[in-house]
């Protein structure tokens, strides 16, 4: 199993701001995923990061809305760009366990709520 | 490419009760399946998973599902809830090996509500 934390826990943003959500895992990992949550809604996948390569992004999320950063095997952080109030969500991030590469069991941290005014 | 259907959205059962949650998914293949639990404040945790073998899988917390590829299903039950049971439950499916597990598609989820 893997322990996520991610920070912060919940904020509430102005619409134009940008903001920066941390994730950090208590072991080293090969791939890191961000889903969005949104209110209502299932789980959707907004990009797979690696170290050391660009992240990869599903069909409808672009890096300038969403840059992330990969820059160790240990942690990550989702960027929230010129934020609007469609992006009031909860931001997931998640790993595969070392057999869940292979199975697909994927571990989440506890989210990040933002709410954007 | 592969969905998955959760049609409650909220359930309420007494404690004491037993619980079936519905999930049907769409996929062409053979589907590896999964519920996951998100309690309040937490992340989410996975309750069991199906990849291929015996049909009735067993999970944690005294839950297990049955696939039924006949009716397209991965539904989760419980003989006996628990207050503790409260939560939302989300039913997901991911391609396999060469599609990316990682890609999981997840249903919007059941909330689960126990009545005292």
């Known amino acids: 199993s893997a322990v996520i934390s991610q920070k912060p826990s919940r904020d509430i943003c102005q619409r134009g701001t940008s903001l920066t959500i941390q994730c950090q895992v208590d072991s080293q990992v090969t791939m890191m995923f961000w889903y969005r949550q949104q209110p209502g809604q299932s789980l959707t996948l907004i990009a797979t990061?690696?170290?050391?390569?660009?992240?990869?992004?599903e069909s409808g999320f672009v890096i300038d809305k969403f840059p992330i950063s990969r820059p160790n095997l240990t942690f990550s952080t989702l960027t929230v760009s010129n934020m609007s109030p469609e992006d009031s969500s909860i931001y997931l991030c998640s790993v595969a366990g070392q057999e869940g590469l292979n199975t697909g069991e994927l571990f989440f941290g506890e989210g990040s709520r933002l709410t954007v005014l | 490419a592969q969905s998955v259907t959760q049609p409650d959205i909220h359930i309420t059962v007494s404690e004491g009760a037993s619980l079936e949650l519905r999930c049907n998914y769409s996929y062409g293949a053979t589907p590896y399946l999964f519920w996951y639990v998100q309690s309040p404040g937490q992340g989410l945790q996975l309750l069991l998973k199906y990849f291929s073998g015996d049909t009735l899988v067993q999970g944690i917390k005294g839950f297990e599902a049955e696939f039924k590829r006949s009716q397209s299903s991965f539904n989760l039950r419980k003989p006996s809830v628990h207050w503790s049971d409260a939560a939302e439950y989300f039913c997901?499916?991911?391609?396999?090996?060469?599609?990316?597990?990682?890609?999981?598609?997840f249903g919007t989820g059941t909330r689960l509500l126990v009545s005292p």
């Open positions: 990061a690696n170290q050391g390569s660009e992240a990869t992004y």
């Open positions: 997901a499916v991911a391609g396999g090996m060469n599609t990316g597990f990682q890609k999981l598609v």
